[in-house]
């Protein structure tokens, strides 16, 4: 054991104070010119976060519990405590679930919700908690998009006048940054990818695809697949879940089509990074 002079020690603890200040820094704002796309592991449901090349900050849902609070921690860093966007998909538990943690630990800039899903959400806590929190609520839907330094997000769904029920009325959303492009499919079903072929057609080609509702069998329709085409697909979804998620069948569909895939039940937490051009898929396992 090093035994260091009392005045010594007090540079050292200086010292480590500083690396961990620029360490930290490092995590605080990726301000690189790349895009990040973390898939979480969180177990059984969805929760993607993504950060653009200036830092702006989204992330669309929080799993089912608080595990998005240490996921979140481990990308943003100490001394970021600011997401700008929280989408919420729809109001189920493994996408809704973890969002109140979200909301008690972090500074949010904006909450978006699909724009018939008022009604739902107000059977939770949710609406409650971003009103006392002052938070804006913006109710969005299909034909609205947006641009943040350079991050494109297109919204495919909901419908702003027709009445869908839970997973149906999902938000969709396109993030394109640069030429390249993610659809995120919240957990449509199959009768929801046949509106959205007919309602935005070839707008919906992406180079990868958040897989709709966990890899379940009414979803990801051949149709479907033919018109996004991507290039690779993101399965979310937890280890052993009892919905025998994901089907058998998607996983054959996406070999007949020459689609490789990453599950988070096998792969644990999924990056993609991007420069606009070329992207690169970093797996936990
Ligand atoms: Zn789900």
Same mark, same amino acid.
């Given at each position: 054991m090093i035994i260091?002079?009392?005045k010594y020690v007090k540079y050292c603890a200086i010292i480590? %104070? *500083?690396a961990l200040f620029?360490?930290?820094?490092a995590f605080a704002n990726n301000g690189s010119g790349f895009l990040e796309a973390n898939f979480f592991d969180i177990g059984q %449901?969805?929760?993607?976060f993504i950060e653009g090349p200036d830092g702006f900050q989204i992330l669309i849902d929080g799993g089912p519990n608080s595990t998005v609070l240490e996921k979140l921690g481990k990308e943003m860093g100490y001394f970021d405590r600011y997401i700008d966007i929280v989408v919420a998909t729809h109001p189920d538990k493994d996408h809704a679930g973890g969002l109140m943690d979200v909301l008690k630990y972090y500074n949010v800039g904006e909450v978006w919700i699909g724009v018939?899903?008022?009604?739902?959400?107000?059977?939770?806590e949710f609406l409650r908690v971003l009103e006392e929190k002052k938070i804006f609520v913006r109710y969005v839907k299909t034909g609205d998009n947006f641009n943040f330094n350079g991050l494109n997000v297109f919204v495919f769904n909901p419908p702003p006048n027709e009445k869908l029920k839970d997973n149906e009325s999902s938000v969709v959303l396109k993030i394109l940054y640069g030429g390249v492009s993610f659809l995120l499919t919240a957990d449509i079903t199959a009768g929801v990818e046949k509106k959205l072929i007919e309602s935005a057609g070839n707008a919906l080609?992406?180079?990868?695809?958040?897989?709709?509702?966990?890899g379940s069998k009414t979803s990801t329709s051949e149709n479907f697949l033919k018109i996004v085409?991507?290039?690779?697909? *993101?399965?979310? *979804? %937890?280890?052993?879940?009892?919905?025998g998620h994901p089907h058998q069948t998607v996983l054959e569909r996406f070999e007949l089509f020459g689609i490789p895939f990453f599950r988070n039940d096998q792969n644990g937490d999924i990056e993609i990074i991007s420069d606009g051009k070329n992207y690169t898929v970093n797996l936990e396992k």
């Open positions: 260091l002079p009392r480590f %104070g *500083v620029f360490w930290q820094l %449901g969805d929760a993607i018939l899903e008022n009604y739902y959400f107000s059977q939770s080609d992406s180079d990868i695809l958040k897989t709709a509702h966990h085409s991507p290039e690779i697909a *993101v399965i979310q *979804v %937890g280890k052993d879940n009892s919905y």
